[in-house]
């Protein structure tokens, strides 16, 4: 039995104490007891899985002020501090043991003792005078293969609503655990610190997210950015991404639907990574497909197959631009009157969300994250304070969506990969769409020279490429070179591995204006879902395979009902010697600078692709339309 303590009884109500005793789980016990010490919170409220307490952490973060109600009753706003709009790359840091430390340095590692000392300094107290909730939570579906149970301390009822929202209950996973499992589960402690009148968190230079991927457990103290706080969204991800390392399955930052041809009776599942701003949310959601999930998959080898899941089962999006043309889907859900959580919007006088892009007229006043707004308001630092944050979100779930595939959502089996796409952002580079020849191709050539490049809309210089191997930089726990050989090595085994392809929404052409319209990823996927069913022809290009013009004509004309010149075509899929040479020469220099040690074979397939490149350019010239490459 485990030891509960007085401590506990003290803090919590008999219905609270008897849930966590019930679960007879000494490891969940010792954690929320350590940190009822150190955080000292007035009050402990343990979750089960029912309505009613998901109910209560709505009602307690209403009462607290940490959300506010909007003009529809089941609608809520909430905003973070005015300097908590984003993930804290910067006080994100791994806890790093020794052994681990040299290795860790350039994922942002810090001497274990020392991190740990700091954060628990932090910790201290810091609950005083506030009531906290237990939670239980599983990443993917329960009872499955691919479960990983979690348990999330926190003091933010914002923070528990948002994840009751966001993932799937687990108490009675927990309470069904079997002796031998009852120790394998990720911990999560938060706290939101001290709150102004907003509800938003004050300490912000206390500010510090520290991971221990050994003991998988995560501190996140003094904010309330979701990114920053939720333990079960990116704190979860970099835990499962070590987990994973170690026991051979993957943790990839992608979105997980289907494409749909219904006129061959067809179902195809695509995982795509995307960097921020590339495209990735528009691709899970392309009209008239299906959507399994919008930001975290697990990948594993289930009885030889490439078979992944959706972690989450709610979207926290990006809110900015969702109007009804751009974004049908999506709008009309944040119209209606379901369980939604805004934030860092405006609430406007009629108590309704205004935010940038919302195709709505909006008001010159109201309440948003810098607190009572009217247009033209300066910040501290004379800037002008826009409606809305552009990193404002909404958090709702995802079954509230036609379009939702809850079919492949509850597989305990997770669905069948057959496609995995990689999305970047360049505006000379890279092709709309590009098949690659192999697994490896895919993953060196493709994922590790993934690259998004900087508009005039984002700070900074334009035109600067950003390397983003597997849009997963952020979150890779352990070293770049090792995580690059476990995608490699994933694949061994697996009878039907999925086809890998390059995405590129962004090509511009000689005007400098896009080339395509946003509806057409469409057609580059159904080309891909295509290919997949050994359907279309293909160009060989030094890099992959690319589309053939009729049937992309085809294609653009049955999906969209538009037409696709073949100058067009001719200028899109035209393959680039140097700049496809420079992009090689970066993505190999920002290797090295991440992991010295990264195995050799990673440069060597590089080079080998360069020499290709180079040939190709002494042969047919620097660029090589469509087709006239001939290996
Ligand atoms: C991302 O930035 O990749 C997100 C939002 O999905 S956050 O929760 O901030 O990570
Ligand atoms: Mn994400």
Redesign the pocket.
Known sequence: MPVITGLLQKKMNETSYKKLAALKNPKVTAFVEEFARRCNPRSIYVCDDGPEDAAYLRKLALEKGEERPMALPNQTIHWDGYGDQGRDKKATRYLARPEQLEKMRSLGALPYEEGLAEILGIAENIMEGKDAVVKFFAEGPTRSPFTVPCVQFTDSFYVAHSEAILYRPAYDHFLNMKDGEKDVFFRFIHSAGRLDKLGCSVNIDKRRVYMDTKDNIVYSMNNQYAGNSIGLK?HSMRLAINKSGNEGWLCE?MFLMAALNPEKGRKTYFAGAYP?ACGKTSTAMIPGEKIVGD??VYLRNIGGEFRGVNVEQGIFGIIKDVNAEDDPVIFKNLMLDQETIFSNILQGPDKKPYWLGCGLETPGEGMNNHGPWKKGDRDAEGKEVPLAHGNARYTIRLDYLDNFDQEGFEAKEGVKVQGILYGGRDSDTTVPVEESPSWEDGILLKACTLESETTSATLGKEGVRTPSPMANLDFVAYPLGRYVLNNLNFVKGIKDTPRIFSNNYFMRGPDGKFMTGKLAKKVWLHWAEGRIHGEYGAHETPTGRIPLYPDLKKLFKDLLDTEFSEADYTYLFTFRCSKWLEKLDRTAAFFKKMDPDAPALLDARWEEAKKKIAAAKAAHGDEIPPGAYKP
């Open positions: 990116k930052h921020s930001d975290i």
